[in-house]
């Protein structure tokens, strides 16, 4: 039975708390970052707070036996100030109301000993079995390349849908296209899955799109463009 505390009450927190809730061979409890208090002696404790407040958070539980880990893609392993410390990052976009299959969610683990490794490794195997061993400053790539792949391709729809909105087009008409182009990249490196105007290079199309486009969108489009015609 791996003991485990979580700190945090966001969205990484909950979904930890509720998927080792039901996880075998786990004990596990959940304390509110905010009202550290008394904090339960564990094998694990895992601090998912923001990147901000990890090293304050860390810095409250500093004379602990357990293992301290974060579970932050762009913080260094080092920002915890612990005896024993590690890195549990879940490469996933957590959303609250949004069910995760754990199965799915590559971790990605960093520990300073062998030994915690092999703790850390037990315990996300009790979630899922996408597990990699990563360092703090391939995390920080990692996390840079996550970033562009979901947050700005999310940004992407934001603005599809926007247009779409203004023509009075349902967005829904695009969710084939966007779950296709997702299928595609597990087949084909990104480079030889580009498609569009931009890898044709159909002038004339290019020049009608931006004529519809608002400014900022414009910018975009064309930066854009432009990056896919240079690579």
């Known amino acids: 039975m791996i003991s485990v505390v979580i700190l945090g009450n966001g969205n990484v927190a909950t979904h930890l708390y509720n998927a080792f809730s039901k996880a075998p061979g786990i004990s596990v409890m959940q304390i509110n970052s905010r009202t550290l208090t008394v904090i339960q002696d564990s094998e694990i404790t895992i601090i998912a707070v923001s990147d901000d407040a990890i090293q304050q958070v860390s810095k409250t539980i ?15 392993i080092n920002a915890l100030k612990n005896k024993r410390k590690g890195v549990f990052y879940p490469l996933q976009s957590f959303t609250k109301n949004a069910e995760i299959d754990f199965n799915e969610v590559p971790f990605c683990l960093e520990t300073e000993n062998i030994k915690d490794y092999t703790l850390l490794e037990n315990l996300a195997k009790t ?4 597990i990699y061993q990563i360092s703090s400053e391939q995390r920080k790539k990692l996390h840079v390349a996550a970033v562009f792949v979901n947050n700005f391709t999310n940004h992407m729809y934001k603005i599809g849908n926007d247009i779409c909105s203004n023509n009075k087009i349902p967005f829904e008409i695009l969710h084939p296209l966007i779950e296709e182009t997702a299928k595609k990249i597990k ?39 432009k990056s896919i015609q240079e690579s």
């Open 62 to 76: 500093i004379n602990r036996e357990g293992l301290i880990v974060h579970t932050s893609g762009a913080v260094d």
């Open 127 to 130: 979630l899922g079995s996408k």
């Open 187 to 225: 087949t084909l490196s990104p480079v030889h899955a580009q498609t569009g105007p931009a890898k044709r290079n159909d002038t004339q199309t290019i020049k009608n799109h931006l004529e519809d486009l608002n400014l900022e969108q414009k910018k975009i489009y064309q930066l854009l463009t």
